[in-house]
């Protein structure tokens, strides 16, 4: 049963570049959120894709944009790159459950290094 | 204030020692609680959820204080493998976004 997998696991870009990261969630998860983690900090919720849609989106700029495919997949592209947005960028899978049943347990992938020079 | 903090730490525990952190939140209808376990570059994993009756799994143990509004996790007879950044997670409601701390560093030494 294959985890969530991302790509690429590494990669560095110059300012003003664009980037897109991808990812495939866990097998029978329907659900994919990307986060942000900068070094010394907590993932940071960017925005979490059901159903082909943006569910919820977190305080990021325009900047980041991402898309889910019918398959579940998802990416997510960050265009005009600042050196800010070096981070380890983390996709998480969930099934989303319906109503107020409680907590979503997430798996998580690996993660996407991404350096700004 | 932000909406979860924990101390950075690092903490640093002799082997088979017990070591015990906090993490406050500030968003009295939270509704579900983690703790989470990352280990330096890797990807977080889940540790434990976190019960209002409170949680026991092996040698760790999660407590959820809703009037004072902190969980807390606390490990027993640590190992070396134990040293890691534990990250307190919070829902402020069910199915929403996940409010992430900045994660506690942990060191356990031999």
């Known amino acids: 049963d294959a985890g969530v997998t991302q790509s690429p696991t590494h990669l560095i870009k110059t300012r003003g570049q664009q980037v897109t990261l991808r990812c495939s969630p866990k097998?029978?998860?329907?659900?994919v959120s990307w986060y942000q983690q900068a070094l010394g900090q907590g993932p940071q919720f960017i925005f979490q894709?059901?159903?082909?849609?943006?569910?919820q989106r977190g305080n990021f700029p325009d900047r980041f944009s991402g898309h889910q495919f019918p398959n579940y997949s998802s990416e997510l592209n960050v265009n005009a790159l600042l050196l800010g947005d070096s981070a380890l960028y983390l996709c998480a899978s969930s099934l989303l459950a319906g109503g107020n049943t409680g907590a979503n347990v997430l798996t998580f992938g690996a993660g996407s290094r991404l350096t700004v020079l | 204030r932000k909406e979860v903090e924990q101390d950075p730490g690092p903490f640093n525990v002799p082997e088979g020692a017990t070591v015990a952190f906090n993490c406050t939140y500030s968003n009295s209808a939270s509704q579900s609680f983690f703790w989470y376990r990352q280990d330096c570059r890797k990807e977080p994993k889940l540790l434990m959820s976190?019960?209002?009756?409170?949680n026991e799994d092996g040698r760790f143990t999660a407590q959820l204080n809703r009037a004072s509004q902190y969980i807390s996790l606390l490990i027993r007879d640590s190992k070396l493998s134990d040293s890691a950044t534990y990250l307190c997670?919070?829902?402020?409601?069910?199915?929403?976004?996940?409010?992430w701390g900045a994660g506690t560093k942990l060191i356990i030494k031999p």
């Open positions: 997670v919070v829902n402020p409601q069910s199915n929403y976004q996940l409010i």
């Open positions: 894709y059901y159903e082909e849609e943006e569910r």
């Open positions: 097998s029978g998860h329907d659900t």
């Open positions: 976190v019960y209002s009756s409170g």
